[in-house]
């Protein structure tokens, strides 16, 4: 959705090693992603910000490899963790 | 887009879009009466609810503001409003706010009518026929898009609508406001998250203080009741369709209002105070928003929905858009912009917004939307708590 992003959304199912080419980079799928469901465009580390429409979405709770499978297993809301420590 | 629609001049300056006659019962005892007029007068609308009686506070206050302001719509040429006679808000009191906008009202009461209800019909169909024929010698006339309050609703969403029809919806508010009109975005409960980005938004620093203390106050109120709106989203359906946090959800819905600034956070049912974007607390049933913005005076919503939402108005033609495939064929009917083609036929959001465009100005035209051609007429007005659920408690 912008350049910035360091995840990218499935507009269609897509199986386990295809790979797929956003922004000018070759990314190959390290599980079965269905619609609408997101991977990661880098190799993350736990504590990254994840930047989906250029804001961020969520923050990494393990470290994460190019073409996993990002949702609630291994991202959290950030918003949610900001007010928990305000 | 062109940059002019042909509409109905109103008194006050307004401009509609459609032409209406509205049959509006003051109370729920009298729809009946209300529907059967609406039956066999040409161009008319019964806009019936379960109200009008039993109710006090801010809870009463809205539903007089919102039945009064859909009246009021500039789609609407004239209003007969019917009580029964002994509810809280008579048809007096209701014909009194309407006739602020310098419209054609008439009202009476069933309970004053030698003839009951039967009597009571015959009445309405005779003072609706003849409105109908003042309203049908109103011709239209091109009018700018300044003149135009347009809706922004999402309702049935799914994981695809944030990326497809929510940004195309975006593109299309920004060119209405970029012409000097007005745009609203309701659903406070869909901006948990991204309040921020709202703020950072706003025209200056009071309306960013605004938006920061209407969502605190009502997060901070409902807690006191035991009820955490930032834990409800995403629902379920939300996490399997791919959506994983609050603010992710968020951010798809508020792509619907585009880049333009914010100009203040309107109350339900209130009519923006001057043009551009505006912020409507309200909480998000869909029928309930596009009830509000009606009531605002927004001539037309678009609302985006994913997984096909049928839902319509009695005086704002609803135009639909979906990104979903599969919604789009199986709901054919049901939907105006097929935006799925961003994922089946990898066209932009930009080619969408296109189409929502031209969409947009033929249904200012007149041109009917599927909402309108099925007869989706149905109204919600928000009821607003004025007790404490502890007040309850036995």
Known sequence: MNREDNCATALATISKDAEIEINGTRIKLNEDIEIGHKITLKDLKKGDLILKYGEIIGIAIIDIKAGDWIHTHNIKSHYLEKIKND | MTEEFMGFPRPKGQVGIRNKIVILPSVVCVNHVAQQIAKKVENSVAITHPLGCGQFGHDFNYTIKTLAGLATNPNVFGVIVIGLGCENLTSKKLARQIKRAKKPVEFYDVQEINGGTIGAIEKGVEIGKKMREESAELKREPFDFSNL???????????????????????????????????????????????????????????????????????????????????????????????????????????????????????????????????????????????????????????????????????????????????????????DVDASSIITENKSVDDIAQILGKKLIDVCNGEQTQAEVLGFEDIAIWRVMNFPFSAFKI
């Open chain 2, 149 to 335: 309050i347009l809706g922004l609703e999402c309702g049935g969403s799914d994981s695809i609508s944030g990326i497809t029809a929510n940004p195309a919806v975006g593109i299309v508010s920004d060119k209405i406001v970029s012409l000097g009109g007005t745009s609203i975005l309701p659903e406070f409960t869909e901006w948990i998250g991204t309040e921020h980005l709202l703020m950072k938004r706003a025209v200056d620093q009071n309306v960013a203080d605004k938006i920061h203390s209407v969502m605190n106050s009502f997060l901070d109120s409902t807690m006191k009741i035991g009820i955490d709106f930032r834990g409800v989203q995403p629902t379920p359906g939300n996490i399997a369709g791919g959506l994983t946090t609050i603010e992710e959800k968020s951010l798809g819905t508020i792509a619907k209002a585009g880049k333009v600034p914010i100009q203040g956070v309107l109350e339900y049912s209130e009519a923006p105070k001057k043009k551009g974007l505006w912020l409507m607390f309200e909480p998000g049933l869909d029928v309930e928003s596009m009830t509000g913005l009606a009531a605002a005076g927004a001539q037309v919503i678009i609302m985006t929905t994913g997984r096909g939402s049928p839902t319509g108005n009695p005086v704002s033609p609803v135009i639909k858009i979906c990104g979903n495939p599969k919604t789009c064929d199986w709901m054919k009917c049901n939907i």
